[in-house]
């Protein structure tokens, strides 16, 4: 009778974690077309890749306080990535376009693309 109580119990509490974890991993990555391009930890851009025409390159200048830029391009199957930029390291050109959890950082710049929450309309 006890043991079985216990079994029921470990049982109960996989469940739960599973549960928990199968939460927290279909939250991230989401499923977000909306994208934040930040510098210095202000926000720039926030834009929604799914509006873009996606057979139409666009590509938006960033340039940096220390007279470096960044060209983003939003292009093909409504991806985003750096295509060009003046940093020594070319770590976010390298990175290529932007996917789920993973943002495109350019250091030098204090650039980031991220994936984010669709703003909320309004208020
Ligand atoms: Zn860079």
């Given at each position: 009778m006890t043991k079985g109580v216990k079994i029921c119990l470990?049982?109960?509490?996989?469940?739960?974690?599973?549960?928990?974890?199968?939460?927290?991993?279909?939250?991230?990555?989401s499923d977000s077309t909306w994208v934040e391009i930040t510098q210095d930890g202000k926000v720039l851009y926030t834009i929604d890749l799914a509006s873009y025409d996606d057979e139409q390159t666009q590509t938006i200048?960033?340039?940096?306080?220390?007279?470096?830029?960044?060209?983003i391009e939003i292009g093909e199957g409504n991806t985003i990535r750096i295509s060009e930029a003046d940093c020594p390291d070319k770590t976010c050109v390298k990175t290529g376009a932007l996917s789920d959890g993973v943002p495109i950082v350019c250091l030098p710049h204090r650039l980031i693309i991220k994936f984010t929450d669709e703003p909320e309309n309004g208020g």
């Open positions: 470990a049982a109960a509490s996989v469940i739960f974690v599973s549960a928990l974890a199968a939460m927290l991993w279909l939250r991230l990555p200048r960033i340039d940096s306080p220390d007279g470096g830029y960044n060209i």
